[in-house]
């Protein structure tokens, strides 16, 4: 079962709007959760990531927003820029957990 | 330059004949784990280590076998390949448990199993 689904296969947005990358968890027990950047033939790299004690963490353009009871988390890059189309993975964990789920990828491309 | 190298980088080989993807960390990383990412359905955990000596099995461990003999290698070994573990596979490693520590990645090994 997949604990953590991104419904997005893809999205496409302007350069300097914002990106919306979407994630859905369905285990109540995860704690922790990251986002990952892919681009092709290279492994995925760490994006920034948020604890269950937070709602919200900004790292420059990039904000992650979680909210627990809707068993949500969205990642926003303002502005978007060429540079950041690659494939978006949201990752989850429990503390007590050794192991971390990853959703299925979205697909970001940014247009000139 | 710190890294985490897969060998071999794209291998196509036949179903029954046994193969082993290296991984090596030069960050003296505590926890390591080897991942798959198929269409559809993401990065799924298939092995990780906590340290020498201590592995355990993730998501899908199905048809796979792992060792740490030594805290910078942790080499996935598949004993009798079938065309179901046609796969993109990465290694990773972080400081610690890897749950509250970010991971990084290697930059992926294609097998085809024909």
């Known amino acids: 079962d997949q604990q953590v689904k991104q419904n997005s296969p893809s999205l496409s947005v302007q350069e300097g709007r914002i990106s919306i990358l979407n994630c859905d968890y369905t285990?109540?027990?995860?704690?922790?959760f990251l986002w990952y950047k892919k681009y092709p033939a290279e492994g995925p790299t760490f994006l920034i990531s948020?604890?269950?004690?937070?709602d919200k963490n900004e790292d420059g353009r990039f904000t992650v927003f979680l909210n627990k009871s809707a068993k949500h988390l969205s990642l926003h890059i303002v502005p978007s820029q060429p540079g950041d189309s690659a494939v978006y993975f949201c990752?989850?964990?429990?503390?007590?957990?050794?192991?971390?789920?990853f959703g299925a990828g979205t697909r970001l491309t940014v247009k000139p | 330059e710190a890294q985490v190298t897969q060998n071999p980088r794209y291998l196509i080989t036949v179903t029954g004949k046994k193969l082993t993807v290296t991984c090596s960390q030069n960050?003296?990383?505590?926890?390591m784990s080897w991942y798959r990412q198929d269409p559809g359905l993401g990065l799924r955990q298939i092995y990780y280590?906590?340290?020498?000596?201590?592995?355990d099995k993730g998501d899908v461990p199905e048809g796979y076998k792992v060792s740490r003999k030594e805290k910078r290698n942790f080499p996935l070994i598949l004993e009798s390949p079938s065309p179901n573990q046609t796969s993109l596979y990465f290694c990773?490693?972080?400081?610690?448990?890897?749950?509250?520590?970010?991971?990084?990645f290697g930059d992926g090994t294609r097998l085809s199993i024909l």
């Open positions: 990773a490693s972080s400081p610690d448990r890897g749950i509250t520590q970010p991971q990084h």
């Open positions: 285990n109540s027990m995860f704690d922790y």
């Open positions: 948020i604890s269950s004690i937070k």
């Open positions: 990752a989850a964990s429990g503390y007590n957990n050794n192991d971390m789920r």
């Open positions: 960050m003296n990383h505590e926890y």
């Open positions: 280590s906590m340290n020498v000596e201590v592995t």
